[in-house]
């Protein structure tokens, strides 16, 4: 075996791993480990401003490629800061590693109170993560990795935390370098499961289908649309599941939101809900939520996630993708009616909905999509014409809709279009903030700069939070904490080397929006404008 130090060792195995990017913030206790990436320019480092602008940028970057996401940082403070990106790819079922230095294994439960010691740390990142380890041997380093991107890509993804004693890293040994572990194939439902399946969707006269993220998490897209066609039944996705269908597909009722309300409804005669790769929490909440005793099939990889919000008639457990494809050929041997109705005119009619409740927000959303390309993404912060983007702006791909999760990130949504944008980089990355939640992570400005990441961010500046404004104001008719002052948005970006477009309208945001596409690196486009009402009281 080649001796070699553990900070090589660590590079050679996420090389093994097939990682070609790794967010990152240097920091002395990985001084051995940044000197060994100087001899392995094949892996790209994007260096960050803060371990939470690179948390969510390596989050960004797995929900946009599919791929794991990697995030360098020191321990104690370095991980911690990194904590809130961690939770949001645990919330939504994101592969992203956290490699995190840590002191030395001498000084670990001893309370030295060395820089950055906190010797809890995996303990803390074990609550949040699928795993978390403390590498203590430089001959374990390779298998450490290797069982690291095991456990975030088998079964349903989720982050993974790795620490690494700085003289772990230092040291010289022995180390021989495994092959990944091969992740365990994907299989379909039980055949009679599906059988049964078949005949009970057979038997509907009325089905519709609820789709989640999990149909995207395997790549059933083409197995989903080929579903619905057949069945002629209408499709509603989550936030997180829009573009699993194109949004302008005749039979795709457009997402619905997590607080209930102006959601897609789901027609009235409906006797049979598909439930893929959704827990359907997002269709139990609000005035409109799913009624009671409908017959639900609900398809999922996990178990456990079976009648968390419903009861469930038939649950089919496998790999989404190759369930479908074993229950198609099922359906096409039996008689199905299906639903015939004028999807579009029920869809214009959500959007008239809409736009009474959001006359300013879903008109410049539905302008907006006019001059951005069919295959931008998008990402939207926490902010009012964020969450108005999830039911308003069509998007047609998987993976090009990035938002937030439940666990609701104030500020995630300009690192995570970075991530995406390094991951495609030849697509246009537009996304839609505030000016409180674009505030929490601006610095990464430079980032963006230095690296040529070519994201347009649309801030509405209503100097404040404006949706907690919306909610004290309607709840106690007066509010406090909600507002802040703001830099000058056109010296802000120039600081940093951006461009950015300071509009005098709402309904000048796409023309500039347009423009700032063709701006070889970062670039903003602001708008001062009022409170907009935020979706979660208007729906």
Request: proline fraction near 7%; hydrophobic fraction near 40%.
């Amino acid at each position: 075996m080649p001796i070699m130090t553990g900070g090589e060792a660590l590079l050679q195995s996420l090389k093994r791993n097939r990682v070609d990017t790794v967010f990152s913030l240097v920091g002395n206790q990985l001084a051995t480990f940044y000197d060994a990436w100087i001899e392995h320019p094949e892996i790209r480092e994007i260096g960050v401003r803060h371990e939470l602008g690179g948390g969510y940028m390596a989050l960004g970057y797995a929900w946009a490629s599919g791929k794991p996401g990697v995030c360098v940082t020191v321990g104690g403070p370095g991980a911690l800061h990194a904590a809130g990106a961690m939770g949001t790819a645990a919330a939504g079922n994101l592969p992203v590693l956290l490699i995190s230095g840590q002191v030395s294994t001498s000084l670990l439960g001893k309370d030295r109170r060395v820089p950055h010691q906190f010797d809890a740390q995996a303990e803390v990142f074990a609550r949040i993560t699928k795993g978390a380890r403390v590498v203590r041997d430089p001959a374990a380093i390779s298998y450490a990795v290797n069982e690291a991107f095991y456990v975030m890509t088998s079964g349903v993804p989720g982050p993974y935390e790795l620490e690494f004693p700085v003289d772990v890293l230092d040291a010289k040994a022995d180390i021989q370098i495994l092959d990944p572990l091969a992740p365990p194939p994907p299989s379909a439902a039980d055949r009679e499961v599906l059988e049964k399946a078949a005949e009970e969707i057979a038997r509907a006269s009325h089905p519709a289908i609820l789709v989640g993220f999990g149909a995207i998490l395997a790549g059933a897209s083409d197995q989903v649309r080929t579903l619905a066609e057949l069945l002629r039944a209408p499709v509603y996705t989550s936030f997180k599941a829009k573009g699993v269908i194109p949004e302008d597909h005749p039979q795709c009722m457009g997402a619905t939101s997590d607080s209930g309300g102006i959601t897609s409804p789901i027609a009235p005669e409906t006797d049979l809900v598909l439930a893929l790769g959704t827990r359907m929490v997002v269709w139990t909440k609000g005035p409109r939520a799913l009624p009671k005793g409908k017959r639900v099939i609900q398809f999922d990889l996990d178990p456990r996630r079976f009648g968390v919000a419903y009861p469930v008639e038939i649950s089919v457990v496998g790999d989404l993708r190759q369930s479908l494809s074993e229950l198609l050929p099922l359906l096409r041997t039996r008689k199905l009616p299906g639903m015939d109705r004028d999807w579009p005119a029920m869809k214009q009619e959500r959007l008239g909905a809409m736009r009474r409740a959001a006359p300013q927000s879903v008109p410049l959303l539905e302008s907006l999509r006019q001059v951005l390309p069919r295959n931008t993404i998008v990402g939207a912060d926490v902010t009012s014409l964020g969450g108005w983007s999830g039911l308003a702006l069509d998007v047609y791909e998987p993976r090009t809709y990035l938002s937030t999760t439940y666990f609701t990130t104030l500020g995630l949504g300009f690192p995570v279009a970075l991530g995406a944008k390094v991951a495609h980089p030849n697509r246009p990355v537009v996304h839609i903030s505030g000016d409180g939640a674009f505030l929490f992570n601006s610095q990464e400005l430079e980032t963006a700069r230095r690296y040529g990441l070519a994201v347009v961010t649309v801030i509405i500046d209503d100097s404040g939070y404006g949706t907690v404004r919306s909610v004290l104001m309607k709840q106690f008719g007066r509010s406090k904490g909600d507002s802040f002052g703001n830099p000058d948005w056109v010296k802000l970006a120039e600081a940093y080397g951006a461009r950015c477009f300071a509009v005098k309208e709402l309904d000048d945001i796409p023309s500039a929006v347009a423009q700032a596409l063709s701006v070889e690196g970062p670039s903003l486009v602001v708008a001062k404008h009022g409170t907009l009402p935020p979706y979660t009281m208007s729906v």
